[in-house]
């Protein structure tokens, strides 16, 4: 006799195994820990056995979750591509989507490209914001949908992606070797702000401000002169400007792409991006 799976154990399965915590699965998935334990646990049941051991650094996966995560990752991609399908021939709406600045151009580039061929009914709205307004916008309803860049390992919304943070000048430039050292950050509210402040101040570098708020082409443009450097996301490094790796700056923390309104996203439309989004995070990126 055939026996039905339930996906949801498995796409729970898979946010504690991708990172390594139930609290922070809980946070993604916005479920309670103790929904997240009960789900790992019938999981385990239906396997036969432990898929997750708990250690000093967090969770780790057994030889048996090692075993069914590809399986679980398989079928979880599965059931949402069918879902996807079903709805796609009535997507219609409009879905209000916030992004960072630096991302709209870049990590997000083809999600938007592939919900736009795949929806061309919908009408998609941009709102760019630095990421604690986009935020506050999801939880207030102004917005659908929200990508979002947070701190790894404090993030309140489902994790898309971890980049490193990383110190870029211009090609050959000299603005790194100034003292104070002259950075331009595309806004005040700029969510790279305070660590990027905090690395400095323990590496013992001053620092001066180059353009406040002059927004996003305004910083590449002032690092492209050499009258600043800047802290850039991996995959948002413009390919005019070079990356300090050895320039005698602080390294920088990782950061994560987080999207917010997931919880609560009712249309079909909302469903179909978020998916998209998703599976653009998903893919392999050249040079990972």
């Known amino acids: 006799m055939p ?30 820990q103790g929904a997240i334990s009960q789900q790992i646990a019938r999981l385990e049941l239906l396997a036969g056995g432990a898929l997750l ?17 590809g399986r679980a990752r398989a079928f979880v991609a599965l059931n949402d591509e069918v879902w996807s399908e079903l709805e ?21 580039a083809p999600a938007l490209q592939g919900f736009s061929e795949a929806a061309p009914q919908v ?3 941009l709102v760019g914001l630095p990421s604690p307004d986009l935020i506050d916008a999801v939880r207030t309803g102004r917005l659908d949908l929200a990508v979002a860049e947070e701190p790894a390992g404090f993030e309140t919304g489902e994790v898309l992606a971890v980049e490193r943070l990383l110190w870029v000048g211009a090609k050959g430039g ?25 690395a400095l101040a323990k590496h013992g570098r001053e620092t001066r401000a180059v353009f406040e708020n002059g927004g996003l082409d305004a910083t590449r443009a002032t690092v492209r002169m050499d009258l600043a450097v800047s802290a850039w996301l991996t995959s948002t490094v413009p390919p005019e400007l070079d990356i300090l790796y050895e320039a005698g700056l602080p390294e ?13 996203a009712q249309s079909a439309a909302v469903r179909e991006l978020l998916s998209h989004l998703r599976n653009a995070a998903a893919r392999p990126r050249a040079g990972s």
């Open 3 to 32: 026996r039905n799976l339930d996906v949801a154990p498995f796409r729970t399965f898979l946010a504690v195994a991708d990172l390594r915590s139930m609290t922070s699965a809980s946070r993604r998935l916005h479920l309670t």
């Open 53 to 69: 051991l708990r250690e000093a650094r967090g969770l780790r996966l057994t030889a048996l979750g090692e075993r069914l995560l």
């Open 88 to 108: 796609r021939s009535d997507l219609r709406g409009r879905v209000r989507l916030g992004v960072p600045y630096d991302l709209v151009g870049t990590t997000l």
């Open 123 to 125: 009408k998609l709205s």
């Open 174 to 198: 000299r603005a790194h070797r100034r003292d104070p050292l002259p950075l331009s950050l595309v806004a005040e509210t700029c969510v790279f702000r305070s660590v990027v402040a905090a």
């Open 252 to 264: 920088l923390p990782s950061f994560a792409i987080t999207v917010h309104g997931a919880a609560q």
